[in-house]
Nanobody
Framework: QVQLVESGGGSVQAGGSLRLSCQVF????????IGWFHQAPGKEREGVAF???????RYADSVKGRFTISQDNAKNTLYLDMNSLKPEDTAMYYC??????????????WGQGTQVTVSS
């Protein structure tokens, strides 16, 4: 059983920065994709940033150049460094993981989410 626990959300002004963390518990082995989604009120959940099974990173166009995803395997922790935050980044942010050789649209494991609020 894999469990994901996010932390680091909060309220910041536009232009500010936040670091989200996702602690991974359980036996994670083999190939997997891990990353971050966000969901704003009244909107669908969207992918933000991912690390694919081969270590390559992928970003949504809306966050390229502002957000950085990274992973510390020794700490079993995934990070999302968010800079130059905009009000439109306001959303609940979720960490997700899925086993397999590629990043599919459907992830099997999800965290409970952490709220990010950016004021103008």
């Amino acid at each position: 059983q894999v469990q994901l626990v996010e932390s680091g959300g909060g309220s910041v002004q536009a232009g500010g920065s936040l670091r989200l963390s996702c602690q991974v518990f359980g036996y994670v082995y083999g190939l997997y994709c891990i990353g971050w989604f966000h969901q704003a009120p009244g909107k669908e959940r969207e992918g933000v940033a991912f690390i694919d099974p081969y270590g390559s990173t992928r970003y949504a166009d809306s966050v390229k150049g502002r957000f950085t995803i990274s992973q510390d395997n020794a700490k079993n922790t995934l990070y999302l460094d968010m800079n130059s935050l905009k009000p439109e980044d306001t959303a609940m942010y979720y960490c997700a993981l899925d086993f397999g050789g590629y990043c599919s649209p459907h992830f099997a494991y999800w965290g409970q989410g952490t709220q990010v609020t950016v004021s103008s």
